[in-house]
């Protein structure tokens, strides 16, 4: 059956340490991956998105790596800052209809 | 200038009752979708339109239907609300990465 799985439901790290979040995914054949950002009460934001061709994507103090022999993508945080906490969702792209089908979310909190 | 907007925000109602959801998008996005979170911050895509034509329609009760009057709306519409509806319902529209609405939380009772 098809999966996605992100690594655990709740992360802990201490501010200016670096936040690692895990997405695994099983019987799919993303076009690509994105990761989204959602806060308390609001509705997810955009944040990366990974084609199936490419290694590793930046933006800021953001990173995100996709391999898709071990169907797997890194989400990384450097430098983390309390204002980083929230849930963290990876999104796979399949289909010609261009579906997301999301994890079940990270929630990330960063103490000071 | 909201990109993507929902109304309303909070919707409280009896089990039984038939409720509407509406949305637009100023995006000028040809597509759009109906997605519901529960309880367990689970995201779910219920229903996409592409220039107002279903393009998906996930495993929903049939007392959930859409309905895209132009490419800039879609409304979701619920009969004989039933207690497991009770959710968070997010609108979203999309070019190549998705913009959400500030969902709709509704309470059946």
């Known amino acids: 059956s098809q999966k996605i799985e992100q690594n655990s439901e709740a992360l802990n790290i201490q501010e200016g340490k670096t936040a690692t979040l895990t997405c695994n995914y099983t019987n799919y054949s993303p076009a690509y991956l994105q990761w989204y950002r959602q806060d308390p009460g609001r509705g997810p934001v955009f944040l990366l998105l990974i084609r199936e061709n490419e290694k590793e994507k930046r933006k800021e103090r953001l990173k995100v790596t996709f391999d898709t022999t071990l169907k797997q993508s890194l989400f990384h945080i450097t430098a983390s800052q309390p204002a980083d906490s929230a849930t963290y969702l990876c999104a796979l792209v399949t289909g010609s209809a261009r579906q997301l089908t999301f994890g079940s979310g990270t929630q990330l909190t960063v103490l000071p | 200038d909201t990109a993507v907007s929902q109304t309303p925000k909070y919707l409280v109602t009896q089990m039984g009752n038939d409720k509407s959801i509406k949305c637009e998008q100023n995006?000028?996005?040809?597509?759009m979708y109906w997605y519901k979170q529960d309880s367990k911050k689970f995201l779910k895509i219920m229903f996409s339109y592409n220039n107002k034509e279903l393009i998906i329609n996930e495993t929903v009760p049939n007392r959930f239907s859409p309905k895209s009057p132009d490419k800039a709306h879609l409304n979701l519409h619920i009969n004989s609300l039933e207690l497991g509806d009770s959710a968070v319902y997010f609108c979203?529209?999309?070019?190549?990465?998705?913009?959400f609405g500030p969902g709709t939380r509704l309470l059946v009772l």
């Open positions: 995006l000028g996005h040809d597509t």
């Open positions: 979203a529209s999309s070019r190549e990465t998705q913009y």
